[in-house]
């Protein structure tokens, strides 16, 4: 089982990417999205149900950031606007085969698969 997450780069003040998390060899039951910037922990940034695409998203997140599942793809998205500075970070994507309460997704212990991360940086 293996989760890529792709999408990342360069991007000024502003601008939108929109990272996707492809899973290979299954279907999960909840996915989330982590990020870590450096010398901080690793944050929650939003999180989706696959069965009923109900989903949860940080505080500083709402209203910019959307999280949505592909199921002909097997693959989820986190589409990203108004990305400032402070929203440069490594971005990982995480899935279990639990199907989670909204107020789980935000846990990190809640996840047991973890992709490799892709960097976001967000610099003019």
Known sequence: VQ?????????????SL???????GRTFGTYG???????KD???VAGIR??????KYANSMKGRFTIS????KNTVHLQMNSLKPE??????????????I???????????YWGQGTQVTVSS
């Open 3 to 15: 989760l890529q997450a792709s999408g990342g780069g360069v991007v000024q003040p502003g601008g």
């Open 18 to 24: 929109r990272l996707s998390c492809a899973a290979s």
């Open 33 to 39: 999205w982590f990020r870590q910037a450096p010398g």
């Open 42 to 44: 690793r944050e929650f």
């Open 50 to 55: 696959w069965s009923d695409s109900n989903t």
């Open 69 to 72: 599942r592909d199921k002909a």
């Open 87 to 100: 929203d440069t970070a490594v971005y990982y994507c995480a899935a279990t085969s639990q199907t989670w």
């Open 102 to 112: 909204i107020g789980m997704m935000s846990s990190n212990s809640a996840y047991s």
